[in-house]
């Protein structure tokens, strides 16, 4: 089932005024509009109508354009993204988290290691120490300190005349990112599936590019759970759906189980209470009202299970409940995981920030 918007409420307008490239807008209303190009077209052009977007913009020239620079095609129903398109919303979204974890002053932080079982040279070379491996010694200045200390060409190479490359601790990571694609995810006046989902685009991008080694999946849940490729990001839509946060851990614990990565781990996008379980029977089990017992204690079995098999929870919750954040912090606790507690808006600073600063940890 698909959900259409047919209201745009004052926050969409705020969003499409910050907004002043017209590809930026085109994208952002793309992820909302469930990668829906022709309806994200018509949409624009009401706006602009509305004068919500600038009447400078040539809509018809910008159309031609993305065909042009085959961001989208034609198909049966209309256009359609292509996977130029596809490609082009990961590196937009990671680029708009990126900027504005810049701004926030939540950068890359670096850290003297990662938690590793290799490491990658860095052009900054200090002089050797023990335990040192002679891999990273840097042969020509050494060669270089030792003629200028000794004033000749006797090659009397002691330790002291020794530079070595510095290295960062590196390993494979594999990672499964849930993502909550149940009902509330556009109730009560906010919409949280759309940051989800540009999370989802950037956090690809960045292990695409910087991390090609590493693992990641992605996972939805809802009623059920189910695991989704890559591309299939901007056509996430939210469903008429309970939340099992019980299934969405099983299956991510279950693909990182295959994986054959040094350190595995789980972040979790949500921003309601679970209000569904699996029986060991196959049998849906549902209670929408407030935390059931059964359901909470199922789902915090699966964190256990996660921490008896050393694999971190980290919980990005989309909600100020109290209530719910209680619950969230029961699980952490259990699983040994991390939680944070933020706004839709800082929602990608928060969860790239994470991944990259605890990647340059060492895990055990």
């Known amino acids: 089932m698909r959900f259409v918007y047919s209201e745009w409420d004052d926050e969409l307008y705020r969003r499409l005024k910050n907004l002043a490239d017209l590809m930026a807008i085109f994208n952002y209303l793309l992820i909302r509009l469930n990668g829906d190009v022709e309806e994200t077209l018509k949409l624009m052009r009401r706006l602009q109508q509305q004068g919500y977007i600038d009447s400078k913009y040539d809509l018809d020239e910008f159309e031609k354009k993305l065909k042009e620079s085959r961001l989208v095609r034609p198909s049966q129903g209309g256009l359609k993204l292509a996977p130029k398109g596809e490609r082009r919303l990961r590196q937009d979204a990671f680029e708009q988290i ?17 938690g590793g079982s290799s490491e990658e040279p860095l052009p900054e070379k200090r002089e050797f120490g023990f335990g040192d491996s002679y891999r990273s010694i840097d042969y020509n200045s050494s060669l270089f300190n030792t003629i200028k200390r000794s004033g000749g060409f006797d090659l009397s190479m002691s330790e002291k005349d020794l530079e070595v490359f510095e290295s960062e601790w590196s390993t494979s990571c594999a990672t499964v990112l849930m993502i909550d694609i149940s009902h ?21 991008e960045l292990v695409l590019t910087k991390y090609p080694r590493d693992s990641l999946s992605i996972v ?25 946060t019980q299934a969405g851990l099983r299956m991510a614990r279950q693909i990182l189980l295959s994986r054959k990565h040094v350190n595995r781990q789980i972040f979790m996008i949500t921003d309601g ?8 029977g196959g049998q849906l089990y549902r209670n929408p009202m407030g935390l059931d017992p059964m359901i ?8 256990v299970i996660c921490r008896k098999k050393k694999i971190p929870i980290t919980t990005f919750m989309v909600t100020d409940d109290p ?15 991390r939680a944070y ?8 600073s928060y969860v790239i920030w994470d991944f990259v600063s605890n990647r340059r940890r060492r895990q055990q």
């Open 220 to 244: 939805l849940f809802g009623d059920t759970a189910r695991q989704v490729s890559i591309r299939d990001l901007p056509y996430i839509a939210v469903g008429p759906y309970h939340t099992n």
């Open 273 to 280: 209470k679970p209000s569904m379980i699996t029986r060991p």
């Open 296 to 303: 909470v204690n199922r789902t915090l079995d699966e964190a």
């Open 184 to 204: 509330s995810m556009i109730l009560y006046g906010e919409d949280r599936i759309t940051p989800a989902k540009q999370v989802a685009m950037a956090f690809t």
């Open 323 to 337: 209530y719910l954040q209680k619950f969230v912090q029961r699980l952490t606790e259990l699983n040994n995981g």
């Open 98 to 114: 990126f900027q504005k974890m810049k701004a926030g002053g939540k950068g890359q932080h670096a850290l003297p290691y990662e």
């Open 341 to 348: 507690f933020s706004s839709a808006d800082n929602l990608g």
